[in-house]
């Protein structure tokens, strides 16, 4: 039972453009989501979070939106750098359930230079 | 400030035998989760200690059993492993209580573990 999906496998982009990454979530319990990106043979590093009581959280090149009618998040990289390049995952983690969170299976994004 | 680390960062067994996973959690950080990530998959979770107590488990059966210590690290034990217990399995620490909300998570390299 997949609770938080991430539908798009992989994603290309060109340097300087935006890459835009989707997360779609079953739970409405969930409150608080995480974006994390993973490079290989490294642990996910945390990126950016966002909470219910929020629908945009920014942090440099990195913006996360919350639609929680449509049970959808979305993480903005502007611009796209090479550096970029790794797996990202959306998690997602309900009050009730503290730490314990649900993740995505991950998209692969490759900014081409 | 420390960050996660983790012990070790490969290892082979084979069917049947048991494993110990270990992992320092970041300096300050009193809980520690652990996840399973197989091939093509995100990370699952596994279970959670705070203050050396089981504080939330996932869909895994009780051959995955684990601890906290004191200062705070914690061990993961598979007995009777599977093939598809051939993962990778990240340690995650953070700053919470059975009452706060979610904080984030700050993962070590992980251990990558191979059943024959």
């Known amino acids: 039972d997949q609770q938080v999906k991430q539908n798009s496998p992989s994603l290309s982009v060109q340097e300087g453009r935006i890459s835009i990454l989707n997360c779609d979530y079953t739970?409405?319990?969930?409150?608080?989501f995480l974006w994390y990106k993973k490079y290989p043979a490294e642990g996910p590093t945390f990126l950016i979070s966002?909470?219910?009581?929020?629908d945009k959280n920014e942090d440099g090149r990195f913006t996360v939106f919350l639609n929680k009618s449509a049970k959808h998040l979305s993480l903005h990289i502007v611009p796209s750098q090479p550096g970029d390049s790794a797996v990202y995952f959306c998690?997602?983690?309900?009050?009730?359930?503290?730490?314990?969170?649900?993740f995505g299976t991950g998209t692969s994004l490759t900014v081409i230079p | 400030e420390t960050g996660v680390t983790q012990s070790p960062t490969h290892l082979i067994k084979t069917r049947g035998q048991q494993v110990t996973l270990r992992c320092s959690s970041q300096?300050?950080?009193?809980?520690v989760s652990w996840y399973q990530q197989a091939l093509g998959q995100g990370p699952q979770f596994i279970f959670q200690?705070?203050?050396?107590?089981?504080?939330g488990r996932g869909n895994f059966p009780p051959r995955f059993s684990g601890l906290q210590f004191p200062n705070y690290s914690s061990e993961l034990n598979v007995n009777a492993l599977e093939l598809d217990d051939s993962a990778l399995y990240l340690c995650?620490?953070?700053?919470?209580?059975?009452?706060?909300?979610?904080?984030?998570?700050?993962f070590g390299a992980g251990s990558r573990l191979t059943v024959l």
């Open positions: 300096s300050g950080h009193n809980t």
């Open positions: 200690y705070y203050r050396e107590e089981e504080n």
């Open positions: 739970n409405s319990m969930f409150d608080y």
């Open positions: 998690a997602a983690s309900a009050l009730y359930t503290g730490n314990q969170f649900y």
């Open positions: 995650a620490s953070s700053l919470g209580s059975r009452r706060s909300g979610a904080n984030v998570l700050t």
């Open positions: 966002i909470s219910s009581i929020k």
